[in-house]
Structure formats: structure tokens, C-alpha cells
């Protein structure tokens, strides 16, 4: 099992950035690859960005060159995925779920809401 907590979400303007953390407990050596997606409202939850566990990232279109996955799984006990959002726009309002695969299946967060106001 994986636990996954999320933090870092909030109410931002447009152009302005926020970060987001993600800390994996609990069975973290089953890891192969940590990630962020969100869901807006209405929508289906869609790929943000991945990284895996030795940093290869991707990113959605929609990102790219805005929001940086970073990692840092050092750690024997926890596993760290961090999300920095830059010039955020009003369609990145969305829950944002932090996600980990491992080969036994996805677990994922509760999510953090983030809101970009015009």
C-alpha cells in the first residue's frame, strides 16, 4: 500500500504561481513513476505531468513550459513529488490528484483544489 497527501492548493490570480506537494509513505520502493492530474468540473481528470523514478518527466501540452514536476525519493521512508505552477491561467482551475504507480496498480491523493481567478 501507498499513501499519498497532497498540499499546497489555493486561490491564485491569473499569471500568478503556486506549488504543490505530495508526500508517498508506505510501501514507496514499489514506485516506478509519481504524477499529478486534475479534474475540473464537469470534465474528466487528465494528465498534468509525470516523473519517474530516475526524473524522466512529461508533461501535458497545456503545460508545458508553465508547470515543473521535480521529485525527490533520497528518502528511505517517504517519497516527495512537488508541482510548481507558473503564469497560471483561469483553465487550470481544477482538483489536482497526486497519483503513484507502482506494478501492483495506482494509487492516487485526496486531491487539492486550485483556483485561478481572472
Known amino acids: 500500500q501507498v499513501q499519498l497527501a497532497e498540499s499546497g492548493g489555493g486561490l491564485v490570480q491569473a499569471g500568478g504561481s503556486l506549488g504543490l506537494s505530495c508526500v508517498a509513505s508506505?510501501?514507496?520502493?514499489?514506485?516506478?513513476?509519481m504524477g499529478w492530474y486534475r479534474q475540473a468540473p464537469g470534465k474528466q481528470r487528465e494528465l498534468v505531468a509525470t516523473?519517474?523514478?530516475?526524473?524522466?518527466?512529461?508533461?501535458?501540452d497545456s503545460v508545458k513550459g508553465r508547470f515543473t514536476i521535480s521529485r525527490d525519493n533520497a528518502k528511505n521512508t517517504v517519497y516527495l513529488v512537488y508541482l510548481q505552477m507558473n503564469s497560471l491561467k483561469t483553465e487550470d482551475t481544477a482538483v489536482y490528484y497526486c497519483?503513484?504507480?507502482?506494478?501492483?496498480?495506482?494509487?492516487w491523493g485526496q486531491g487539492t483544489q486550485v483556483s485561478v481567478s481572472s
Open positions: 516523473i519517474t523514478s530516475i526524473g524522466i518527466t512529461n508533461y501535458a
Open positions: 497519483n503513484a504507480a507502482t506494478i501492483r496498480g495506482a494509487y
Open positions: 508506505g510501501s514507496i520502493f514499489r514506485i516506478n513513476a
